[in-house]
């Protein structure tokens, strides 16, 4: 599995954004698809959420890539 850091300038981020700003989707509609098809992952586990707020030190994965989120 590849692995990627993300900084994000706020508190949190939601999951569906953090997915088009990572480029994994290139658009909100595929992130909503992709993540209420449950092949998304928080932390270990299926996020069917798409407005879950992720914030620094959490994890994300999704095709094959494992997102690290970093804060300010």
């Given at each position: 599995m590849k692995k990627d850091k993300i900084s994000?300038?706020?508190?949190?981020?939601?999951?569906?954004?953090?997915?088009?700003?990572?480029?994994?989707?290139e658009t909100?509609?595929?992130?909503?698809?992709?993540?209420?098809e449950g092949l998304v992952s928080?932390?270990?586990?299926v996020?069917?959420?798409r407005g879950k707020k992720i914030r620094p030190g959490d994890r994300v994965s999704f095709d094959g890539v494992l997102l690290e989120v970093e804060g300010p």
């Open positions: 994000i300038e706020t508190e949190y981020i939601k999951l569906d954004s953090l997915l088009k700003l990572s480029g994994l989707c909100g509609g595929e992130a909503k698809i992709v993540i209420n928080v932390n270990g586990e996020c069917p959420m």
